[in-house]
Each structure stands twice: as C-alpha cells, then as structure tokens.
Nanobody, 119 residues
Framework: QVQLVESGGGLVQAGGSLRLSCAAS????????MGWHRQAPGKQRELVAVITSGGNTNYADSVKGRFTISRDNAKNTVHLQMNSLKSEDTAVYFCNADVQSVFYRRIYWGQGTQVTVSS
C-alpha cells in the first residue's frame, strides 16, 4: 500500500558528510509531517529531525547546526544532509511519514539505513 525506502547511508570519516534520502510511494493522498529518527545498538530510538508539510523544521539539540532536513513534496521525498559527522552519530537511521492513504491515515516507517562514522 504505502512504502518508504531510504538510501544514502554508509561509512564516513569523522568530520565528513552524508546525505540521506527517503521516498514514499503507494496509494498516497497526502503526506503530512516527515522525519528522521536514529537508533544505536542498545539505545532507544530518538528523534533527529522533523519537517512539516509547510516546511517548518525541528531538530534534536545534538544535531543542530550540523544536520539539515528538507523535502520535495512533488516527489514525496525527505532528505537529511549530515555535516561535521561525529562518532556518536553512528546509528541506523529511519525515515517516517504521516501519510493519508486511500484507506486511512497513519505513520509509516522505512526499513532503516546504517550510518557509521569512524574516528
């Protein structure tokens, strides 16, 4: 029905950059908030950044000034530009979206993409 697919994860040196992307597809009527969460081994999943349908953004304190979230509404896609990466950014990154489908509205999650930052 509705599917989110992430891309762009990988291995990067500390201080480097990565750009994550996530595209929603399927029986979509509209997409409201979209966002990124991350989860490191043994830790709870935490919010990284969110963006509303109108373009308002919010970030976790730990990534402010380093990460930028953006979206392309025509493509139902959300991006996360990550700069000045640190070892503590290492985690599986998940995108999510509040989607109104032909049947009902709910939050959908992507499968996750691994980001590893080496020192």
């Amino acid at each position: 029905q509705v599917q989110l697919v992430e891309s762009g994860g990988g291995l990067v040196q500390a201080g480097g950059s990565l750009r994550l992307s996530c595209a929603a597809s399927g029986s979509i009527i509209s997409v409201n908030n979209m966002g990124w969460h991350r989860q490191a081994p043994g830790k709870q999943r935490e919010l990284v950044a969110v963006i509303t349908s109108g373009g308002n953004t919010n970030y976790a304190d730990s990534v402010k000034g380093r990460f930028t979230i953006s979206r392309d509404n025509a493509k139902n896609t959300v991006h996360l530009q990550m700069n000045s990466l640190k070892s503590e950014d290492t985690a599986v990154y998940f995108c999510n979206a509040d989607v109104q489908s032909v049947f009902y509205r709910r939050i959908y999650w992507g499968q996750g993409t691994q980001v590893t930052v080496s020192s």
